[in-house]
């Protein structure tokens, strides 16, 4: 028998930023390892994330870094923009600036969201109130004395401070004692006086923390001074960021001199590059730690001395609103920068200072503000508990504390097995360590440092089970109840069945760190419209392997992460099935049908030999021999694909894969009275449960518009089609195409109500669409509704896209553009440029087939007769169609 293991328990020192990164962290790491864990967050703030730098509800107050780099994961860097749109800015873009009040509502949502998903594997608390001390135990854990009388066990410890406080002995007398001197102004309360009066005020120090405060006090009326000794205030960012720039060389090894010269080398190319000193500046960032540990003691000194500011004003920049405030203030002289410091300051009768500064010159205000920000030891009860026992000795430069990889070390230079920090006290190692791009990674490499020997422990004491496996006996890493879930997820999205993406999240749900779960789940989000944040779930997939997969899922997931980013997702695709043919998701993917949009195969020879390689591997089963029966029609061998449909139809009476093949043979073949009946029977019977119903009642829609019956099609639109019975991609690419063809072929009198099916689709979906089959749609949604500018909007976002948007879609939308402004001969040749390529979307043959009968209407308006004769002429000879014939009988001549 195993003994039951004790739950191991972390303590979090603080709440502010770093203390919940790192929490977010733990919870979803030790969630996917299925670790047990207790956490325990320490901090008197009625909210978790906000900390000093988040709690201010100014909504001038913006942070310092776009929004697409505060994301709370390393490796999902739209988070954070994706909940801004989420959460009532729907246009915000990644190079946007939000207010630091909606960044601490993010964490903090963010962390309630972790602690949600990781329930019944890691328990939290939160205790309002400090640590005063630390000392350990005897079995090797730590134990914090509490400012509120009690004590806390933990077994291991991170203490996220955040930055010293502001030493403030800068101050002389007649200031330091003065009951118009503000400390700390972010302390509760702290700005009441100044908010409340309308006298001058000194700020001392102008960086960021005097800008913020600038902007709160600043009215008509009142003066802010801001003085400091070299009077630079941080420099702004730019509008519209230039392009990014590589490190430059002969970094590493180089002394301080050489340094000197090799960045102002590397500023002043990228100045004649990109006319701007920003890219040069920020292509140093992800070498700066080295760079900082490379220089002596003595080359630190003389970098804080000369360079410090210069680099403080130039990296930790304003956003550009802010500064457009701050520039504004200056012009109208309520903000007025000196340069020097304090030399002394008097109380006068009235309560004003008398401040004289060092340059001669002699202000009054009624109060002087500390914004020089955080002192570089850390002198609160706890660090210095720590420093006194020798637990804990100050960094280099006497900043902060020195760490081995975060962990603390104590005055012999042992590592402290339970002790970690991260974020601000460890700028005397790493230097540039406050912001959250740093201080997300350290939070994930701290998580995986505190959850490792616990992971390994329960690694040796669990008995070795059998994995479960999917239906085409493929082994699962994952326990038996998720790999149900998994199988039922598979199976319907072979089927075309709904609930598999319900499936997938159920299987996720019960076992985080399944990679293949979260894998099909983004895919199915990328390709097929699911509900699903497609940039997080693919973070998880891909976490997860790295974690706990076998080759095959490791390959499965980077096959969708190149699909999702559009890099080589065909070749890797054909690669993985290569090597595991019975792979039945990655087999789905890879074939265009109703499901997905397949491998980018101009001529379908790449996907026909894919099914037919694969073929060994699933001896017949009903699912294989459905595809196989779809590219049979796409070859027009339709006697051979129809047989191949009844065969997997007798296997399996739900299989949509199959019945979509023999929908195409009915259509493809002129056969439409026989397939609009037997469809709709279908549709009605077995087909209630299909996922893609609306596709399937398109397809009768089809039959319906080729039998010249428009009152039908009307009826089965409203009935079957209309927004309110369809949304999201299946009204783009069903309901929206249907109506357009309907209106080519003159089917639909009146308006077509295109504007409401676009409403019913993410806008997001309908203008950045993430793959070419759907941006194909969305132009024609667009060309229906008469959207100009919306095409523009979406011909832009394709020309920056994959190669398959910028090739297809790019002259699409300009080509639908000059047919909704009746330019016609220009739309036609466009459009009959586009039809040898079209292929590459993705897609059938009668998906496609609206871009020829787009070109159709653009040459009879043109009136290109004999052009549009023969390619009458030639739909013709594919296939009997009354609507057709008509079209052909009315052209003159």
Not at 690 to 707: C, G, M, T
Request: glycine content about 10%.
């Amino acid at each position: 028998m195993i003994p039951a293991r004790k739950r191991h328990t972390v303590a979090i020192v603080g709440a502010g930023a770093a203390g919940t990164l790192t929490a977010v962290q733990l919870c979803e790491t030790a969630t996917r390892r299925r670790t047990p864990l207790d956490l325990v967050l320490v901090d008197p703030a009625p909210e978790a994330g906000r900390g000093t730098a988040y709690a201010t509800t100014d909504p001038r107050h913006r942070l310092n870094v776009p929004a697409g780099g505060m994301s709370c994961y390393p490796d999902d860097p739209g988070h954070f923009t994706r909940w801004l749109c989420r959460h009532g800015e729907h246009t915000v873009s990644g190079a946007d600036f939000a207010t630091r009040h909606r960044y601490g509502a993010y964490l903090a949502d963010t962390l309630g969201q972790a602690i949600v998903r990781a329930h019944g594997t890691v328990s939290v608390r939160r205790l309002r109130t400090r640590a005063e001390s630390c000392t350990g135990t005897p079995g090797g854990g730590v134990e914090f004395q509490l400012a509120d009388g009690g004590r806390l066990m933990a077994d291991s410890a991170v203490l996220a401070t955040g930055p010293a406080a502001a030493r403030g002995d800068w101050a002389p007398d007649g200031l330091g004692t003065s009951g118009r001197f503000i400390r700390s102004p972010w302390a509760p309360g702290a700005l009441d006086g100044p908010l409340a009066d309308a006298a001058d005020v000194l700020l001392v120090g102008t960086g960021l923390t005097a800008v913020d405060l600038a902007l709160s006090l600043g009215r008509p009326g009142r003066t802010v001074h801001a003085v400091s000794r070299n009077g630079l205030l941080p420099q702004p960012h730019m509008l519209s960021a230039a392009g990014p720039m590589g490190a430059p060389e002969g970094l590493h090894g180089a002394s301080l001199g050489g340094l000197r010269r090799a960045v102002y080398r590397h500023i002043s190319k990228s100045v004649r590059t990109h006319g701007d000193w920003r890219p040069a500046l920020d292509s140093l960032r992800p070498h700066t730690a080295h760079l900082w540990r490379s220089l002596t003691p003595e080359e630190r000194a003389a970098f804080l001395e000369h360079e410090g500011a210069l680099w403080n004003t130039h990296r930790h920049r304003m956003a550009p609103a802010t500064a457009e405030s701050v520039a504004r203030a200056r012009t109208a002289r309520r903000l007025v920068v000196h340069t020097g410091r304090i030399a002394e300051a008097v109380t006068g009768a009235d309560g004003q200072l008398a401040v004289t500064l060092t340059n001669g010159r002699e202000i009054h205000v009624g109060w002087v503000i500390d914004c020089t920000g955080p002192g570089p030891r850390l002198e609160d009860p706890l660090w210095r508990s720590l420093f006194e026992s020798g637990t804990a000795v100050p960094g280099p430069m006497g900043m902060g504390v020195t760490t081995r990889d975060g962990r603390l070390v104590d005055t012999e230079g042992r590592a402290q097995r339970p002790l970690f920090t991260l974020g601000a006290p460890r700028r005397g190692e790493l230097w540039e360590t406050t912001a959250v791009p740093e201080i997300r990674a350290q939070a994930a490499a701290l998580a995986q440092e505190l959850l490792a020997p616990l992971t390994r422990a329960r690694r040796t004491t669990r008995r070795p089970r059998r994995r479960p496996a999917d239906a085409h006996g493929l082994p699962l890493s994952t326990h038996a109840e998720a790999a149900a879930a998994h199988r039922t997820g598979l199976d319907r999205v072979l089927k075309v069945r709904a609930g598999a993406e319900d499936a997938f999240r159920r299987a996720v749900d019960l076992d985080p760190g399944f990679a293949l779960g979260h894998a099909a789940l983004a895919l199915l989000g990328h390709e097929c419209g699911a509900e699903v944040d497609v940039p997080r779930t693919l973070a998880d997939a891909q976490r997860s392997a790295r974690e706990r997969a076998d080759e095959r899922e490791r390959s499965f997931v980077d096959v969708v992460t190149r699909r999702i980013h559009g890099d080589d997702g065909d070749g890797t695709l054909l690669r993985h099935l290569d090597a595991h043919p019975a792979d039945a998701l990655a087999l789905a993917a890879a074939v265009p049908t109703i499901a997905f949009s397949g491998i980018n195969d101009l001529d379908g020879a790449f996907a026909l030999r894919l099914v037919e390689a694969t073929s060994p591997a699933y001896d017949g089963h009903w699912f294989h021999t459905s595809l196989l029966a779809f590219l049979r029609q796409e070859q027009g061998r339709f006697h051979e694909a129809g047989e191949l449909a009844h065969r997997a139809l007798a296997a399996e009476p739900a299989s949509g894969h199959a019945v979509h093949a023999l929908a195409h043979v009915h259509y493809e073949s002129g056969a439409h009275e026989a397939g609009r009946d037997w469809l709709d029977g279908w549709v009605s019977g077995q087909g209630r449960g299909a996922v893609h119903r609306a596709h399937f009642s398109w397809h009768i829609a089809l039959h319906e518009l080729a039998l010249d019956d428009p009152a039908a099609v009307r009826r089965r639109w409203f009935a079957q089609l209309a927004p309110g019975r369809v949304s999201g991609v299946r009204a783009l690419v069903d309901s929206g195409s249907l109506l357009w063809r309907a209106r080519l072929s003159d089917s639909w009198r009146g308006a077509v109500p295109a504007a409401d099916v676009l409403d019913s689709v993410e806008r997001e979906v309908v203008e950045r669409p993430a793959t070419a089959f759907t941006a194909l749609h969305a132009a024609v949604a667009l060309a229906g509704a008469g959207d100009l500018a919306a095409l523009r909007r979406l011909r832009d976002h394709a020309a920056g896209a994959d190669p398959v948007q910028r090739e297809v879609i790019v002259p699409l939308c300009e080509a639908f553009g000059a047919l909704v402004e009746e330019r016609f001969q220009e739309a036609a040749r466009g459009l009959d440029a586009l039809l040898p390529v079209l292929r590459k979307v993705g897609g059938s043959a009668a998906q496609r087939e609206v871009v020829e009968e787009t070109l159709l209407y653009a040459l009879i308006a043109a009136g290109r007769c004999e052009a549009a004769r023969r390619l009458l002429d030639t739909r013709l000879d594919r296939g009997a169609a009354p609507r057709d014939r008509r079209l052909l009988a009315a052209l003159p001549g």
